[in-house]
Nanobody
Framework: VQLQASGGGLVQAGGSLRLSCAASGRTFSFYDMGWFRQVPGKEREFVAAISWSGSYAYVSDSVKGRFTISRDNAKNTVYLQMTSLQPEDTAVYYC?????????????????WGQGTLVTVSS
């Protein structure tokens, strides 16, 4: 499956953004999906994941209460709604697809990755 992330940009602290990740090439609903982020010099960090049906989703403790993951299988798209953004949320955000059959937070469980979209939060 091919993934194309979009929606990043520059936002002030306290603001909101919605990232989108459009999938093509294979049946989107076969895959559990995840969002990760990375800043230079650091490892890729788990942000959120959602099951193939959308019935199960969870986010990392660092974004809990502020970020929400969702998906629309009819549109082959997964979303990351980000609110109350803080400068420490600045990173390149990646969407990823997993066919492991369980919802994971480990990058190694995701076999397909989008190109990343940059989110910059100014203070």
């Amino acid at each position: 499956v091919q993934l194309q992330a979009s929606g990043g940009g520059l936002v002030q602290a306290g603001g909101s953004l919605r990232l989108s990740c459009a999938a093509s090439g294979r049946t989107f609903s076969f895959y559990d999906m995840g969002w990760f982020r990375q800043v230079p010099g650091k490892e890729r960090e788990f942000v959120a994941a959602i099951s193939w049906s959308g019935s199960y989703a969870y986010v990392s403790d660092s974004v809990k209460g502020r970020f929400t993951i969702s998906r629309d299988n009819a549109k082959n798209t997964v979303y990351l709604q980000m609110t109350s953004l803080q400068p420490e949320d600045t990173a390149v955000y990646y969407c990823a697809a997993s066919s492991k059959g369980y919802v994971s937070r480990h990058p190694s469980d995701f076999g397909s990755w989008g190109q990343g979209t940059l989110v910059t939060v100014s203070s």
